[in-house]
């Protein structure tokens, strides 16, 4: 899958967004839907209007935050800014886990 495929990802569920800026750092949850990608996942981007349950917060914010670029610095997320919703990997990527289409070890694909 090429890189331009993958913006529909963050399109569709980060609130975090910008069209138009090229981000050299991707966060974990886009790191991770992409090497779930290369290793014959197959995942569409359909939006959706569910909620993420506080376990599988809890859960994605220790395998995804913790290894994440923007952790230290630069995520209101991960800094317990009032209502700051996660990126839109995570978001995504906690849908699935909900849905049990992706098991929590998933999340353990990468590398730290
Ligand atoms: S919510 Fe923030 S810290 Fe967690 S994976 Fe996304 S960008 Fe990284």
Not at 36 to 46: A, V
Not at 56 to 69: E, V
Not at 81 to 110: N, T, W
Request: proline share 3%; with cysteine.
């Amino acid at each position: 899958m090429e890189e331009t495929d993958l913006r529909e990802l963050c399109r569709n569920f980060c609130h975090y967004y910008k069209p138009l800026k090229n981000e050299d750092f991707k966060c974990r949850g886009y790191l991770v839907v992409m090497e779930l990608i290369n290793k014959g996942k197959n995942l569409s981007f359909d939006k959706t209007d569910a909620i993420l349950d506080e376990g599988t917060i809890r859960m994605l914010s220790k395998k995804l935050c913790l290894s994440c670029s923007f952790y230290e610095n630069d995520c209101d997320f991960a800094a317990h800014v009032e209502k700051a919703p996660p990126c839109g990997g995570f978001i995504f990527l906690g849908h699935l886990v909900s849905e049990e289409v992706l098991k929590v070890e998933d999340m353990d694909c990468l590398k730290r």
